[in-house]
């Protein structure tokens, strides 16, 4: 028996092809986004995985090319897999070349990010309009998804690239889904799934998108057998399913099986490159309690953060656990939000599809399977948040009689356009702000420090950032910090001893290796950062060890490489120093430093003429350093000593 819904459904209306009111709605989301987020052009790149994914990574270092496209689809790099985000990357680090200007070289990266960004808020307001034929209410939705602050991390960190362009491809396949139920055509279908597929190779966050579908079946689409609510007008029959023709409820959930053999498919490899690359955290190393005490306390400061955005940062650390009253109070606002919804599912059945988005499509990163450290993260609400503003849009009054004889209605359109225009000035504005945030690493992790609270991970990095800006005291007072907060992780250690060993206190910088390792003994930073005391300290065959240790661990990493080929070096094992240096350089053919000292070997063992195209590699990627012209004219008189160290 098919339930009759009651009511006027205003977003049931036909949809139409693009009209005047529509490429002006476009032009102003364009316009709108474009201008909020200007000051990405000013950002460059952070030490939060944009090395991982960019600056540090040879592959997309070097650009296109048949070797990095096969890397692409085969590796499992940054315990992900996302072929597409590669390849996107890729195409940025050949565009540079030419568009970069002087001195930003994280600029095409960004550029593409915003574009990606802005063609993604047209999307939102093509498939809302398309579903629901309500041209402004789309609008609205898709305008303050398109300037809200926790659109910030999406847009302007580089390592997010997966994130819109997953989301541009899901929203593809939305619009295509959208054509497929009033064509009923399989090539439709086919775009469907082509679309969907490409968004998982983007990144796997959409893996219940084929669930949402079967939400818009029941609205707005009207494609269940419970639903017998038709749009009106010359056009109805294009707005969902002929009449009688409504498909029984089988065959719904019949054609979205393709779609779910996809999403278990990329659910399975999604989770061996991220268990392989060490992401995915065991249930001894966060507990089980905690993992199912985030999820409601996640989900509620999801809710808070679309209507508070002070309080944002690129990182929130994972409590454990949360204490019962709040995890208690979160469950009971998601249960009255959902019993609410219920209620309302026949009068309002917007509430429940939008609010069933918003569950949904946050299913795979509210932390049941734990992957990374974090209790959440603002890109996460990057498409689940329209759901939310689905259930706010469609709630609102429908302003009918805005005819000039009719006074009244008139004003309140008014009074409703200058409220709207209002909360976007507002959003626009906080966004602008929150994206100053992003302009380097130091800004950025500060601010996260200062809104959070007991933020080891921030506290760690922004110490990071402030080495490599040769700020080493400030460093080591928030390397402290962090590990003060932790003191119960290896890690926090080792790099409070880095830090104190960039400060000039090797004394400190040991103890601190040798706390770390008595935590990990199988820890390879700690290893590593205590060889290179021991090497400066004259000690080469302790240091050999000590890398070597780190090196069992990390067999790839070329900065250990490249220390173990000077610890060599300074033993007089040249062979072995040259072995090391060319596997650093295998792992990152522009390290000029392995380049140079690898020269200097070389010179060493006789081979001048192959020692001459790595100094001038050397030079070429570091010409500002004088140590390396002088080596190379060095060579070129027939004289050369041992390696020296910086």
Same mark, same amino acid.
């Given at each position: 028996?098919?339930?009759?819904?009651?009511?006027?459904?205003?977003?049931?209306?036909?949809?139409?092809?693009?009209?005047?009111?529509?490429?002006?709605?476009?032009?102003?989301?364009?316009?709108?986004?474009?201008?909020?987020?200007?000051?990405?052009?000013? &950002?460059?790149?952070?030490?939060?995985?944009?090395?991982?994914?960019?600056?540090?990574?040879?592959?997309?270092?070097?650009?296109?090319?048949?070797?990095?496209?096969?890397?692409?689809?085969?590796?499992?790099?940054?315990?992900?897999?996302?072929?597409?985000?590669?390849?996107?990357?890729?195409?940025?680090?050949? *565009?540079?070349?030419?568009?970069?200007?002087?001195?930003?070289?994280?600029?095409?990266?960004?550029?593409?990010?915003?574009?990606?960004?802005?063609?993604?808020?047209?999307?939102?307001?093509?498939? *809302?309009?398309?579903?629901?034929?309500?041209?402004?209410?789309?609008?609205?939705?898709?305008?303050?998804?398109?300037?809200?602050?926790?659109?910030?991390?999406?847009?302007?960190?580089?390592?997010?690239?997966?994130?819109?362009?997953? /989301? !541009?491809?899901?929203?593809?396949?939305?619009?295509?889904? $959208?054509?497929?139920?009033?064509?009923?055509?399989?090539?439709?279908?086919?775009?469907?799934?082509?679309?969907?597929?490409?968004?998982?190779?983007?990144?796997?966050?959409?893996?219940?998108?084929?669930?949402?579908?079967?939400?818009?079946?029941?609205?707005?689409?009207?494609?269940?057998?419970?639903? #017998?609510?038709?749009?009106?007008?010359?056009?109805?029959?294009?707005?969902?399913?002929?009449?009688?023709?409504?498909?029984?409820?089988?065959?719904?959930?019949?054609?979205?099986?393709?779609?779910?053999?996809? #999403?278990?498919?990329? &659910?399975?490899?999604?989770?061996?490159?991220?268990?392989?690359?060490?992401?995915?955290?065991?249930?001894?190393?966060?507990?089980?309690?905690?993992?199912?005490?985030? +999820?409601?306390?996640?989900?509620?400061?999801?809710?808070?953060?679309?209507?508070?955005?002070?309080?944002?940062? +690129?990182?929130?650390?994972?409590?454990?656990?949360?204490?019962?009253?709040?995890?208690? &109070?979160?469950? $009971?606002?998601?249960?009255?939000? #959902?019993?609410?919804?219920?209620?309302?599912?026949?009068?309002?059945?917007?509430?429940?599809?939008?609010? &069933?988005?918003?569950?949904?499509?946050?299913?795979? $990163?509210?932390? *049941?399977?734990?992957?990374?450290?974090?209790?959440?993260?603002?890109?996460?609400?990057?498409?689940?948040?329209?759901?939310?503003?689905?259930?706010?849009?469609?709630?609102?009054?429908?302003?009918?009689?805005?005819?000039?004889?009719?006074?009244?209605?008139?004003?309140?359109?008014? !009074?409703?356009?200058?409220?709207?225009?209002?909360?976007?000035?507002?959003?626009?504005?906080?966004?602008?702000?929150?994206?100053?945030?992003?302009?380097?690493?130091?800004?950025?992790?500060?601010?996260?420090?200062?809104?959070?609270?007991?933020?080891?991970?921030?506290?760690?990095?922004?110490?990071? /950032?402030?080495?490599?800006?040769?700020?080493?005291?400030?460093?080591?007072?928030?390397?402290?910090?962090?590990?003060?907060?932790?003191?119960?992780?290896?890690?926090?250690?080792?790099?409070?001893?880095?830090?104190?060993?960039?400060?000039?206190?090797?004394?400190?910088?040991?103890?601190?290796?040798?706390?770390?390792?008595?935590?990990?003994?199988?820890?390879?930073?700690?290893?590593?950062?205590?060889?290179?005391?021991?090497?400066?300290?004259?000690?080469?065959?302790?240091?050999?060890?000590?890398?070597?240790?780190?090196?069992?661990?990390?067999?790839?990493?070329?900065?250990?490489?490249?220390?173990?080929?000077?610890?060599?070096?300074?033993?007089?094992?040249?062979?072995?120093?040259?072995?090391?240096?060319?596997?650093?350089?295998?792992?990152?053919?522009?390290?000029?430093?392995?380049?140079?000292?690898?020269?200097?070997?070389?010179?060493?063992?006789?081979?001048?003429?192959?020692?001459?195209?790595?100094?001038?590699?050397? +030079?070429?990627?570091?010409?500002?350093?004088?140590?390396?012209?002088?080596?190379?004219?060095?060579?070129?008189?027939?004289?050369?000593?041992?390696?020296?160290?910086?």
């Amino acid at each position: 028996m098919r339930t009759e819904l009651k009511g006027p459904l205003p977003s049931s209306r036909p949809p139409t092809q693009p009209q005047g009111p529509d490429r002006l709605i476009i032009a102003l989301l364009v316009l709108l986004t474009l201008t909020t987020f200007a000051g990405v052009a000013q &950002c460059g790149f952070i030490n939060l995985d944009d090395d991982v994914y960019v600056t540090g990574n040879p592959r997309v270092f070097e650009g296109l090319g048949l070797q990095g496209v096969a890397w692409a689809f085969t590796t499992f790099h940054a315990a992900n897999y996302h072929p597409l985000t590669w390849l996107s990357l890729m195409l940025d680090a050949e *565009l540079s070349e030419f568009l970069a200007p002087p001195g930003r070289p994280a600029f095409v990266f960004h550029m593409t990010n915003l574009a990606l960004h802005t063609l993604n808020a047209v999307l939102v307001f093509a498939v *809302l309009r398309r579903m629901t034929g309500a041209a402004w209410r789309a609008a609205l939705a898709a305008a303050v998804f398109a300037v809200h602050p926790l659109r910030v991390e999406s847009v302007a960190w580089v390592a997010e690239r997966k994130d819109v362009l997953s /989301a !541009c491809f899901g929203l593809l396949a939305m619009l295509a889904y $959208v054509r497929y139920t009033r064509t009923r055509r399989w090539r439709e279908y086919a775009l469907v799934a082509a679309m969907f597929a490409l968004s998982l190779l983007s990144k796997p966050m959409l893996v219940t998108l084929p669930l949402l579908f079967l939400l818009l079946d029941f609205w707005p689409l009207g494609r269940t057998p419970w639903l #017998s609510h038709r749009p009106a007008g010359p056009s109805a029959a294009k707005a969902a399913e002929p009449a009688g023709a409504t498909p029984k409820a089988e065959r719904l959930i019949v054609e979205k099986l393709p779609l779910l053999a996809l #999403s278990a498919a990329s &659910c399975v490899v999604t989770f061996i490159a991220q268990r392989s690359g060490g992401a995915v955290q065991s249930i001894e190393n966060l507990g089980l309690s905690a993992r199912l005490g985030n +999820v409601p306390v996640a989900y509620a400061r999801y809710l808070g953060k679309m209507l508070w955005f002070g309080d944002l940062a +690129v990182f929130y650390p994972f409590n454990r656990p949360w204490p019962a009253w709040q995890v208690g &109070c979160a469950a $009971v606002l998601l249960a009255g939000v #959902s019993a609410l919804a219920l209620a309302r599912v026949k009068a309002s059945p917007w509430l429940a599809v939008g609010w &069933c988005w918003f569950l949904g499509l946050l299913v795979p $990163v509210i932390g *049941l399977v734990q992957a990374g450290v974090q209790s959440m993260a603002d890109r996460y609400s990057y498409l689940p948040s329209v759901g939310l503003l689905v259930m706010a849009v469609w709630s609102l009054p429908e302003l009918k009689g805005t005819k000039p004889e009719s006074p009244r209605p008139r004003a309140l359109l008014v !009074c409703w356009s200058v409220a709207f225009a209002g909360i976007l000035a507002s959003l626009s504005f906080f966004t602008a702000k929150q994206t100053d945030h992003w302009r380097d690493s130091v800004f950025l992790l500060d601010h996260a420090v200062r809104v959070t609270q007991n933020n080891w991970f921030a506290e760690n990095n922004l110490g990071s /950032a402030l080495i490599e800006a040769h700020r080493e005291q400030e460093a080591v007072a928030h390397f402290r910090r962090s590990r003060d907060i932790r003191p119960e992780l290896a890690v926090t250690h080792s790099n409070y001893g880095m830090a104190l060993a960039r400060a000039g206190d090797s004394e400190g910088a040991t103890k601190a290796f040798e706390k770390a390792l008595a935590i990990d003994p199988d820890l390879a930073d700690a290893h590593h950062r205590l060889g290179v005391l021991l090497a400066k300290a004259g000690r080469p065959d302790e240091a050999i060890d000590r890398f070597r240790r780190a090196l069992r661990r990390r067999p790839d990493d070329f900065h250990i490489q490249h220390d173990l080929g000077m610890a060599l070096a300074d033993k007089g094992d040249w062979p072995a120093a040259i072995e090391q240096y060319k596997r650093a350089i295998a792992g990152w053919p522009y390290h000029a430093e392995a380049h140079f000292h690898l020269g200097k070997a070389l010179v060493q063992v006789g081979l001048k003429e192959e020692a001459m195209d790595h100094f001038r590699k050397a +030079v070429e990627y570091r010409p500002d350093e004088a140590r390396y012209r002088e080596a190379m004219e060095a060579a070129l008189a027939g004289s050369g000593a041992g390696p020296t160290r910086p």
